[in-house]
């Protein structure tokens, strides 16, 4: 122990000493029942210097034994320290109140660092949760992100793949065009030129078997007319497959033209009205146009059960712009674009021709009101220096 700290303690000892040994003699010559607020007033002085109950215990036995010394009998020795004794008791009575709180102190104090100690454990425990958390979460959006480049990867693969279809698309309505155009040219000029000349022959045979045979020229005259409807037939398939009209004298014309058939052969009127400048258009695009002319009033034939059909072709600044309406029964938009495609070919064959010279195809069907297609397509480009 450090000497100057026990020094300090026996000088304190012998302080409370001679005060504990005069408040012992004044509480001995009192009566048993005075009260005990000396002794507990000392036993606060104690606590104050910061003595503990050996110290007070030794200063104790040193006084109690001079005071048994001095009694005069065993009966003063007995009553001596018995009240010595509750002396003592009162004296260390606010040590043991010191105690008791210190204990109590640490009784709390366990309790508080045993909850510590749980809740420390808890947060550890949800510390690891957290972490293995964190890495499923890691690992889920490392997936996410996979997926996510792998769908922008089929995706671009499918956008190329449907920019190859429909540059095939167009690739081959553009062969089939052409194609039209060469075997209308053949029938218009081949095969009906053939035709004529049977049936020249055939007028010529004619005459020169009337004065021989009534029979044969009646005959003649049957072949001559079945000749006369295959030049018919054969005229009819090759504006049907592409309109010499078209190339020759212009889109107009050739609508007109294509518009009178149609209504001779299904009774439904149909009116035109064009401007003027129409005929500035590309060959494409004209081609578009009468092509999709063609296509719509075949579908209002088929399903519209329409009486009349009214199509204009108006130049709006930069757009030329074509509309179809006739007066027949609606139908779903929704639902056509849903069912097979054999059953829409028609509107995908006149969207894409539209789409494949810049432009765009709207349709509008409503119940008592009929059906509208619109065709939008770029003006401007084709005017080579003409104002529009």
Not at 106 to 116: D, G, I, P
Not at 159 to 184: G, N, P, V, Y
Not at 299 to 328: L, P, Q, W
């Amino acid at each position: 122990m450090n000497t100057s700290l026990s020094r300090d303690v026996q000088k304190k000892a012998s302080t409370l000493a001679k005060r504990y040994e005069k408040a012992l003699q004044q509480y001995l010559i009192q009566r048993p029942s005075s009260t005990s607020k000396v002794a507990v007033k000392l036993g606060r002085l104690v606590v104050a210097l910061g003595l503990e109950t050996l110290d007070v215990v030794l200063i104790h036995e040193k006084v109690l034994i001079k005071q048994a010394l001095t009694a005069t009998s065993p009966a003063e020795q007995k009553r001596v320290l018995k009240r010595a004794g509750h002396f003592f008791a009162d004296v260390i009575l606010p040590l043991e109140e010191g105690h008791r709180v210190a204990i109590e102190a640490n009784e709390q104090l366990s309790r508080m660092n045993a909850a510590l100690s749980k809740r420390t454990f808890d947060i550890a425990r949800s510390n690891e949760q957290l972490k293995k958390e964190i890495a499923r979460r890691k690992v889920v959006q490392e997936t996410l992100l996979k997926s996510e480049q792998q769908s922008r990867k089929l995706l671009a693969q499918s956008q190329l793949f449907q920019d190859k279809l429909r540059h095939l698309t167009r690739r081959i309505l553009l062969i089939q065009e052409e194609e039209r155009k060469r075997i209308s040219r053949e029938l218009h000029d081949v095969v009906a030129h053939v035709l004529t000349g049977i049936n020249v022959r055939l007028a010529a045979l004619k005459l020169e078997a009337s004065a021989h045979s009534k029979g044969i020229s009646r005959k003649i005259s049957s072949t001559q007319r079945l000749v006369e409807k295959s030049v018919d037939i054969v005229h009819r398939f090759a504006r049907e497959l592409r309109p010499a009209v078209l190339d020759d004298l212009g889109l107009i014309p050739a609508l007109h033209s294509y518009m009178t058939s149609f209504t001779k052969d299904t009774g439904i009127r149909v009116s035109l009205t064009a401007f003027a400048g129409l005929e500035l258009l590309s060959n494409m695009k004209r081609t578009v146009l009468y092509r999709i002319v063609q296509e719509a009033l075949t579908n209002v034939e088929r399903h519209a059960h329409a009486s009349r059909v009214d199509v204009f072709i108006e130049k709006n600044t930069d757009v030329v712009v074509m509309r179809i309406k006739d007066n027949g029964r609606s139908f779903d938009l929704k639902r056509i674009w849903k069912i097979g495609v054999n059953k829409r070919l028609g509107l995908l064959g006149m969207r894409e021709r539209a789409e494949m010279v810049g432009g765009t195809l709207a349709i509008e069907s409503t119940q008592g009101q009929g059906t509208t297609i619109q065709i939008s397509l770029p003006f401007r480009k084709e005017l080579k220096g003409i104002s529009s």
